[in-house]
């Protein structure tokens, strides 16, 4: 028995190395059948979904809508009386507050990209140039805000009277 002591102290810190590297070996994300090696974590699958949630439950009881499209993204729409003035492109308070809290999320999730369409004026009146500079008028408020520009990967005119801000993860 005398002779196997010496052996004891290497032979468990062998054992304890073994151990700590099997540890650092474990795979990360999602594991089991169907997922994909290399997938990103379960969470970031549902980081979009979050944030319509957190959106929603901000603006609840407000005119803006916040809803989920077909294809997974985040879609906001703020109706244009609330959004700008008539022939104007300055953002108004109530849009403000709203491009405040998109900013929130764009700026905690870096894999976000948004694409922003606004609306003319009753009627069509100012045309693609006036929805151009609100998209644009948009964009800079949130860029003002850290949002990074290259985060912004389209401006348009919107076809309805509301800013439509469309989010989704560029992964």
Not at 22 to 31: I, L, R, S
Not at 90 to 116: N, S, T, Y
């Amino acid at each position: 028995m005398a002779a196997m002591r010496p052996c004891l102290l290497p032979c468990l810190s062998l054992a304890l190395a073994a151990a700590l590297l099997a540890g650092c070996a474990a795979p990360t994300g999602p594991t089991g059948p169907g997922a994909a090696p290399g997938a990103p974590p379960a969470a970031a699958a549902t980081t979009l979904a979050s944030e319509q949630r957190r959106l929603a439950d901000a603006l609840e009881g407000t005119p803006v809508v916040v809803e989920s499209t077909p294809e997974g993204r985040l879609r906001v729409e703020v109706p244009l009386q609330f959004s700008f003035d008539k022939g104007r492109v300055a953002v108004k308070p109530p849009l403000a507050a709203v491009l405040d809290r998109i900013a929130i999320g764009l700026r905690q999730q870096p894999a976000f990209e948004v694409r922003i369409a606004a609306p003319t004026d009753a009627k069509g009146a100012g045309g693609s140039l006036l929805a151009q500079d609100r998209a644009a008028s948009a964009r800079d408020y949130l860029i003002a805000r850290g949002v990074p520009a290259a985060r912004f990967v389209g401006l348009s005119k919107a076809e309805a009277a509301v800013i439509e801000l469309v989010v989704f993860d560029k992964h």
